[in-house]
């Protein structure tokens, strides 16, 4: 492989790292503060490319893509974060206290039925999106072409990435997260009310992990399989950056995707 072949590949990592950098960041925070291992949080990222294609097809082809194109898939995502707290509400607040191996069945129950419900809901047929208003060609970089939306994919990463540590590190929801990364008891001693800690925690993880689907719609169809593949990926990436380690993840991220480029 010649140069330019080689840094058009590193993009193509950089620009596929965005998407996973959201997933893996949603599953850690998620366990850093519920302590569960979210087996479905794959489920997530599909149901936000299905909400994301359902909500452009329906809504955004009738409305002018040129200006809904973008709220619809923040709209997919932070509908895939309300069903996220609806699932935490219901299912997930009593399982906390269960055994680990209770707890990752119970999340694998739910894998079995998202994807099922998307089944009755979107059909087997792989879903292909538009391409995005204003980012649907391609510039040239060393004598290859390279699509424009991936270069703003790359950018999509780290500004997440800064959008997070401010979240963090500069309000108080953020300060509450990070004690009950660090000691839950210590939290509920303090008045915290946790159950609704938990479920905003579990709905921003799920947002994020929407929203890693839904920015994928116009790269790669939706279909049934992007769950279990997602959710390996994920949890790869959380291990390999350390466990609620948010700038790990996204370092991770970068690795495991530049290596699977590799590899393509």
Request: with cysteine; hydrophobic share 55%.
């Given at each position: 492989?010649?140069?330019?072949?080689?840094?058009?590949?590193?993009?193509?990592?950089?620009?596929?790292?965005?998407?996973?950098?959201?997933?893996?960041?949603?599953?850690?925070?998620?366990?850093?503060?519920?302590?569960?291992?979210?087996?479905?949080?794959?489920?997530?990222?599909?149901?936000?490319?299905?909400?994301?294609?359902?909500?452009?097809?329906?809504?955004?082809?009738?409305?002018?893509?040129?200006?809904?194109?973008?709220?619809?898939?923040?709209?997919?995502?932070?509908?895939?974060?309300?069903?996220?707290?609806?699932?935490?509400?219901?299912?997930?607040?009593?399982?906390?206290?269960?055994?680990?191996?209770?707890?990752?069945?119970?999340?694998?129950?739910?894998?079995?039925?998202?994807?099922?419900?998307?089944?009755?809901?979107?059909?087997?047929?792989?879903?292909?999106?538009?391409?995005?208003?204003?980012?649907?060609?391609?510039?040239?970089?060393?004598?290859?072409?390279?699509?424009?939306?991936?270069?703003?994919?790359?950018?999509?990463?780290?500004?997440?990435?800064?959008?997070?540590?401010?979240?963090?590190?500069?309000?108080?929801?953020?300060?509450?997260?990070?004690?009950?990364?660090?000691?839950?008891?210590?939290?509920?001693?303090?008045?915290?009310?946790?159950?609704?800690?938990?479920?905003?925690?579990?709905?921003l993880g799920c947002f994020l992990a929407g929203l890693g689907g839904?920015?994928?719609?116009?790269?790669?169809?939706?279909?049934?399989?992007?769950?279990?593949?997602?959710?390996g990926d994920a949890f790869v990436v959380v291990v390999v950056g350390?466990?609620?380690?948010?700038?790990?993840?996204?370092?991770?991220?970068?690795?495991?995707?530049?290596?699977?480029?590799?590899?393509?």
């Amino acid at each position: 492989m010649d140069f330019s072949g080689l840094v058009v590949q590193g993009l193509n990592g950089l620009a596929g790292a965005s998407s996973l950098f959201l997933v893996a960041a949603g599953l850690s925070l998620i366990f850093g503060v519920t302590r569960i291992v979210n087996f479905a949080h794959g489920s997530f990222f599909m149901v936000g490319i299905y909400l994301a294609y359902t909500l452009i097809e329906h809504w955004g082809r009738s409305w002018g893509l040129a200006w809904s194109f973008w709220p619809l898939l923040l709209l997919a995502a932070l509908a895939t974060g309300v069903l996220g707290a609806v699932v935490e509400i219901l299912i997930l607040r009593r399982i906390y206290k269960a055994p680990e191996l209770f707890q990752l069945l119970g999340t694998f129950a739910l894998v079995l039925i998202i994807k099922d419900a998307a089944l009755w809901i979107w059909g087997p047929e792989d879903l292909l999106g538009p391409r995005v208003p204003g980012l649907a060609g391609s510039v040239d970089i060393l004598g290859r072409r390279f699509p424009s939306y991936d270069l703003f994919l790359i950018v999509v990463g780290p500004c997440v990435l800064g959008m997070l540590w401010l979240l963090l590190t500069r309000t108080r929801f953020g300060t509450l997260i990070r004690a009950a990364t660090q000691d839950r008891e210590m939290v509920g001693a303090l008045g915290i009310h946790q159950s609704w800690l938990f479920t905003a925690v579990f709905a921003l993880g799920c947002f994020l992990a929407g929203l890693g689907g839904a920015i994928q719609l116009p790269r790669e169809p939706a279909n049934l399989g992007l769950d279990m593949l997602t959710i390996g990926d994920a949890f790869v990436v959380v291990v390999v950056g350390g466990m609620g380690s948010i700038p790990g993840a996204y370092v991770a991220a970068l690795i495991i995707a530049e290596i699977g480029r590799a590899h393509v």
